[in-house]
């Protein structure tokens, strides 16, 4: 019987020890996928790969289908959408997961290089929602895709292995930060400020070529070196897509090792419950969809961001080929957004508003609204919609709770909710509880991660 109160336990007094264990277990798969998927491009190709050696094969428009299939399809290397087709008919409409694999992070300027007083640095243009000072002061690697001009392509990865040198954007000593304290919060480190320390040494060369004598040694010992490593000039940086990553690897934190601390958990902690989800369906009554999108962090746009067309079109196909079309499809399907939610903060408990903030360890947070400033922006899911969730959640023992982003007038913030909501189709945010969300380094408790990720695999399996 439902309890009289909505008290939801802590999952460590209600689960048992096996339970607790199968999380401890899901989570040093969570913390690989961490470390090999920092930036989307990563994400993506790490989950094509576990999505192949599943048995999704690569869907172009057109191919026919058929129940039982397993397929995906990957959009521009920085998004990817894989699906078990149902047996139910696919106008009766399908049941979507839609997670997020960009992360905030520093992206190198398109010309980054410059020498300054004896150093190369390369300027950064930081990418989504961060507090500046946070990333100074700490090990950088550089990830992303080079483009050189011979036409060819280079992925890029350093400052990750052992052994590889990382990056590094230095701040001011105490000692002579008397001015600096001074400024606000915002601009305590400011965005032209976040240069990154890649040399100092100067070339052996004094002159170039024609003759010339180099007057900036050190900027061109770097080009030597990148020249010597990747094939690259420096016209070479200015289409790449090179993003600067915390080089630190995920790791258990506290005694109990109850948490896992991480750069990225804002969103891979429900795109990795989301992907293993879907992996391990076999025969599903609905259609089954988990979306890895990109470009949430900064709006959702562009043809890899929720606000284009293409999952839309992948819907309309899939719809189109089984004797359906996309509107029958989209507003007869159920989607959970799966993002994350501020947990609660013991040292910062005044952002919250306690009877209706989310913690850890106490399940997986569905978020009925998001937005800010009396629900603005919000989705705002059906109280129908919602109940069938809750419902479904209880009937199989997974432990959930709600969550609101921050009290009311605070901030706020959104997810891909909305956008999906638009195409027609039952939203509702669900997800785990962060703490230090979009930090250099997240914290999220284990027990709430595999909370969401049989939360994800219910759902899809729509029993
Ligand atoms: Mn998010
Ligand atoms: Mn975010």
């Known amino acids: 019987m439902t309890s009289l109160h909505y008290r939801p336990q802590p999952i460590g007094e209600r689960k048992e020890a096996a339970w607790r264990q199968e999380a401890w277990t899901f989570c040093e798969g969570y913390k690989q996928f961490l470390d090999i998927a920092k930036t989307e491009r990563e994400a993506t190709t790490e989950a094509v790969r576990q999505l192949q050696a599943h048995g999704f094969r690569p869907f172009s ?105 990382v990056f590094y954007i230095d701040d001011l000593l105490p000692h002579l930060a008397q001015d600096q304290m001074k400024r606000d919060a915002a601009n305590v480190v400011r965005g032209e400020e976040l240069n990154i320390v890649v040399g100092s040494l100067p070339s052996g060369q004094t002159q170039d070529e024609s003759g010339e004598k180099i007057s900036e040694r050190v900027k061109e ?11 690259m000039v420096e016209q070479d940086f200015l289409a790449s897509e090179l993003e600067a990553v915390p080089a630190f690897p995920a790791r258990d934190v506290g005694l109990d090792r109850s948490f896992v601390g991480a750069y990225g ?68 399907s159920e989607c ?9 903060d013991p040292t910062f408990a005044d952002v919250s508003e306690r009877m209706n ?3 850890v360890n106490k399940g997986v947070v569905l ?40 009290r009311v007038d605070l901030g706020g913030g959104g997810t891909v909710a909305g956008y999906l909501a638009n195409l027609g189709m039952n939203v509702l945010d669900a997800g785990v509880a962060v703490l230090s969300m979009h930090a250099p ?23």
């Not at 959970?336 to 609660?344: E, F, I, K, P, T």
């Not at 998001?370 to 009937?395: C, I, M, N, P, Y």
């Open 441 to 463: 380094y997240e914290l999220t408790a284990k027990l709430d991660i595999y909370a969401t990720y049989q939360a994800f695999v219910t759902f899809l399996k729509n029993e």
């Open 61 to 165: 428009f057109g191919d026919p289908l058929r129940p039982g299939d397993r397929i995906y399809y990957e959009n521009h290397h920085k998004s990817v959408i894989a699906a078990v087709i149902g047996r139910r008919p696919i106008a009766e409409g399908m049941r979507v997961l839609a997670a997020h694999i960009d992360s905030p992070r520093l992206d190198l300027k398109q010309n980054p290089l410059y020498e300054k007083d004896g150093m190369a640095l390369l300027k950064t243009h930081y990418y989504g929602g961060i507090k500046k000072y946070q990333w100074t002061t700490i090990p950088l690697a550089i990830h992303g895709v080079l483009m050189l001009s011979d036409g060819s392509r280079r992925e890029i990865r350093l400052g990750d292995e052992e052994g590889d040198p």
């Open 336 to 344: 959970l957004s799966a993002d994350v939610n501020a947990a609660y």
């Open 357 to 359: 903030a989310s913690f």
């Open 265 to 332: 958990q804002d969103d891979r902690v429900c795109a990795y419950p989301a992907l293993q989800a879907v992996l391990e369906l076999e025969q599903v009554d609905r259609t089954a969809v988990v979306i890895l999108t990109d470009k949430e962090e900064i709006g959702s746009v562009g043809n890899t961001g929720l606000q284009s067309a293409y999952f839309r079109y992948f819907a309309a196909d899939v719809a189109e080929t089984l004797g359906s079309n996309d509107r029958t499809v989209l507003s007869h």
């Open 367 to 406: 978020t009925k609204f998001t937005g800010a400033r009396g629900k603005s922006g919000a989705s705002d899911a059906h109280a129908e919609f919602q109940a069938g969730v809750q419902h479904l959640l209880d009937a199989h023992d997974i432990p959930w709770q709600i969550g609101e982003l921050g």
């Open 221 to 231: 010992n770097i080009l030597r070196l990148l020249h010597e490593k990747y094939g």
